[in-house]
């Protein structure tokens, strides 16, 4: 009796279903739902699925809609929408809203094409109706706007798709993501006016998953007839969401889409514009006493700082970081401007915003001068740019005149910068890289592996050439001498040889012109090609030259050796070594601390990041030593003994020197050729004692000629020495370290350049 009522009431629970859903009556229809539970039975999944979808349960109307084993078109297409606006309700809750009180219209309709894929219908008010597939054919059109777009996948440049079309577009775009710098992200707007459109493609697409444009951050949707507010609304919260650079537009949607954005635009930049006139307008009553006491020992007020840095780098961002803390523990108001999300960028709006809100004494920012900032930064603010990179936007005439009496350049290379590319010497403040203290233990053990090196120099050196000539590719000539001048530098280290410094690579490259009769006639292209041999190509096979000759020693001794980088494991000589990459900060000091020896190898002065970085952490450095490493100190030891302290160049230095020191002052001026290619050797030294690289009478670092090598001998040397004897290394890389933290601290280096501005700055009109 029990099981035939229970059987009786399931079917009549079915067939009261089956007649309230018939009849449009959700409420009662729910209601029965509710008291099946679980157990709906599968005739009546399909429209189940409806009334949950009826009452925004998205989830639970995918789950099941999913249950249905043959389901028909129709359940496909109310699957898939309630997969999309579950999604929706996660990651874009007030799309989600909108989407679901906007009621289907029959202007918007699915039809098919001749491929067998769907597309959407458009019946205007007036007019015939529109097929929103070009040509009819969806997946042709998508290949033809990706085609339009390969620019901007190429440079990253911001996408916008006005008009929903068929929707095919969207989802390929969520799937063809460019491989930027880093953890960049390609923005895209998506823009439709109508809600009933996007309502009929979220039927036909699934959108959702981690690469569906639902759940990607870097698409933004702006749906409805009030998108233009929409967007206009959210950038001038946000300033850094990104404008879009190119588009796709779609029918006559997109083009009035078009036309819309343009006020979208102006009505952005309208608040931008009173803005910049506010600032230009203070700074250009700021009073220069005030600010010069702004930089002094004991200003008058707290001053102000904004530092610009991008997260899409790896060393320079923690630069900029590293600066805001140095800055604060001396005193200053320094905040960060950097990109809050990958696909984030700082706009000249972001930036204006900053300004106003902080009204900053200066501005800080590594590796960019003022101009490229163009009518953003009024003219009377001090611009301070740290030079860490020979970059092409740094090394021309054009970038050098565009310097200003209140913008500043830090380099330890102002001679170079000086004579070949016109920055003003007086705007030039000798400064190189610098070291964050770190938190240290009190006591750890240096018992990981042997041997660790860290860099990204993991290409082989034909991979390094064929980037190199693609980078070449619009110079005919100059790719030429590339691939020329590579061979040889490729040859001459298979030999055991190497080229220290720029002018041995000039050299060579001379040599080469002459033999091939292949000239390089405009100078700045010349120093182009040597800059990029250098630093490129030179770079690599200087690393990898002595990395070899540690691999080898390490596989007679029996000792461990840990490469840390990208690519390394895709060397043929190094793979074995490879550990991947490893984080900046606290997992890169652990490491270094634990390792018995860590390498620094670089075709540079010594003092470089990394060696710097690693002795404040605590290790323990062996040090491929360079011709800058030596004739750097003798020169300025020299220059200490017999001369002026302000002089700065050889011209001077000939001149004031007494008759009995001429030749002497000859042969260091000799020695001291290496510099050639980096500027005046006297003014290059000087600029490195004032940033405090040097100091007369003094090594680079002290005992520097005990883990200095340049050999394979010395290296099998040097590992016998060290590897068993912790005390020694302990005491020299204590040493090292109480002068690194002396000379070469971020707090050390920001007093000396705030100093030195305030100065620059109270001179002005003297």
Not at 365 to 372: G, S
Not at 705 to 729: K, M
Request: aromatic share 8%; proline share 7%; glycine share 6%.
């Amino acid at each position: 009796m029990m099981g035939d009522m229970s059987s009786c009431v399931d079917h009549q629970s079915v067939t009261l279903f089956t007649e309230a859903f018939a009849g449009g009556d959700f409420e009662k229809a729910d209601g029965l739902l509710t008291e099946m539970g679980k157990a709906v039975p599968g005739e009546l999944l399909a429209a189940a699925g409806q009334v949950h979808l009826h009452f925004g349960r998205w989830r639970e109307a995918a789950k099941l809609l999913g249950r249905i084993i043959n389901p028909t078109p129709t359940d496909q297409l109310h699957r898939t929408f309630a997969r999309n606006m579950g999604a929706m309700a996660e990651y874009r809750p007030a799309l989600c809203e909108r989407l679901a009180g906007a009621t289907p219209e029959a202007r918007f309709q699915i039809a098919a094409t001749p491929s067998g894929r769907p597309t959407i219908l458009y019946t205007p008010p007036v007019g015939p109706p529109t097929i929103l597939s070009p040509d009819n054919d969806p997946l042709g059109a998508v290949e033809t706007s990706l085609r339009k777009l390969a620019t901007a996948f190429e440079k990253g440049q911001t996408i916008g798709v006005y008009g929903f079309g068929d929707g095919y577009l969207v989802a390929a775009l969520a799937l063809k993501a460019p491989q930027l710098t880093l953890t960049q992200q390609q923005a895209v707007h998506i823009i439709a006016a109508e809600a009933q459109h996007v309502r009929l493609a979220l039927s036909m697409h699934d959108y959702t998953g981690p690469d569906g444009p639902i759940a990607q951050q870097r698409f933004h949707w702006w749906v409805g007839e009030d998108w233009a507010e929409q967007m206009r609304d959210a950038m001038l919260t946000e300033p850094q969401i990104p404008f879009p650079q190119m588009c796709i537009t779609h029918g006559k949607q997109g083009d009035l889409i078009e036309t819309q954005l343009v006020k979208v635009g102006e009505a952005i930049s309208a608040p931008a514009l009173a803005v910049q006139s506010q600032l230009d307008e203070y700074y250009r009553d700021l009073d220069a006493g005030e600010l010069a006491a702004a930089f002094s020992e004991h200003p008058l007020r707290t001053p102000r700082a904004l530092i610009i840095t991008s997260r899409f780098t790896t060393v320079l961002q923690y630069a900029a970081r590293d600066t805001v803390a140095a800055l604060q523990s001396l005193g200053w108001s320094a905040h960060l401007l950097i990109e809050k999300r990958d696909d984030y960028q700082i706009t000249g709006s972001a930036v204006q915003r900053a300004v106003s809100d902080l009204k900053p004494d200066m501005v800080f920012v590594i590796d960019h001068l003022r101009v490229e900032y163009p009518k953003v930064f009024p003219a009377n603010l001090p611009w301070v740019c740290w030079i860490q990179d020979h970059l092409s936007n740094l090394t021309n005439r054009a970038a050098g005149a565009s310097v200003t009496k209140r913008d500043f350049v830090l380099t330890p290379f102002a001679p170079l910068y000086a004579q070949r590319h016109g920055y003003p010497m007086r705007q030039c403040i000798p400064l190189g890289k610098l070291t964050r203290i770190p938190q240290r233990p009190e006591t750890w053990a240096s018992d990981g592996d042997d041997l660790a090196f860290v860099s990204h120099a993991s290409q082989t050196p034909p991979a390094m050439v064929e980037r190199m000539l693609d980078a070449a590719k619009h110079d005919p000539l100059g790719q030429k001498l590339i691939a020329a001048a590579s061979e040889r530098m490729i040859d001459l280290y298979e030999r055991g040889q190497s080229l220290p410094t720029p002018l041995d690579v000039r050299l060579l490259l001379d040599e080469t012109q002459r033999e091939t009769g292949m000239f390089i006639p405009d100078p700045d292209t010349r120093h182009f090609v040597i800059d990029m041999l250098f630093t490129q190509l030179n770079n690599l096979l200087y690393r990898q030259q002595a990395l070899t000759w540690f691999a080898d020693a390490a596989d007679e001794m029996g000792l461990s050796l840990a490469l840390y980088g990208s690519g390394w494991r895709d060397h043929p000589r190094f793979g074995k070594y490879a550990r991947g990459p490893i984080d900046y900060g606290q997992p890169l000091e652990e490491m270094t601390r634990k390792t018995k020896i860590n390498l620094q190898i670089v075709p540079f002065f010594c003092l470089h990041q990394r060696l710097l970085d690693g002795l404040a952490a605590g290790g323990f450095f062996l040090v491929r030593s360079g011709p800058y490493d030596t004739v750097g100190p003798a020169l300025l030891a020299f220059l200490a003994d017999h001369l002026p302290e302000h002089v700065d160049s050889v011209e001077e230095a000939r001149r004031l020197i007494d008759a009995s020191q001429r030749e002497a002052l000859e042969q260091h001026l000799e020695s001291a050729a290496v510099f050639a290619e980096r500027g005046d050797p006297v003014g290059i030294v000087q600029s490195w004692r004032r940033a405090g690289w040097l100091k007369p009478h003094q090594p680079a670092l002290p005992r520097f000629d005990e883990v200095s090598f340049d050999a394979p001998w010395c290296v099998r040397s040097h590992l016998a020495r060290f590897i068993h004897d912790e005390g020694a290394r302990r005491a020299i890389a204590e040493a090292q370290r109480q002068a690194v933290e002396q000379r070469l601290s971020y707090t050390t280096g920001m007093q000396r350049v705030t100093r030195q501005i305030g100065r620059l700055i109270e001179s002005e009109n003297r």
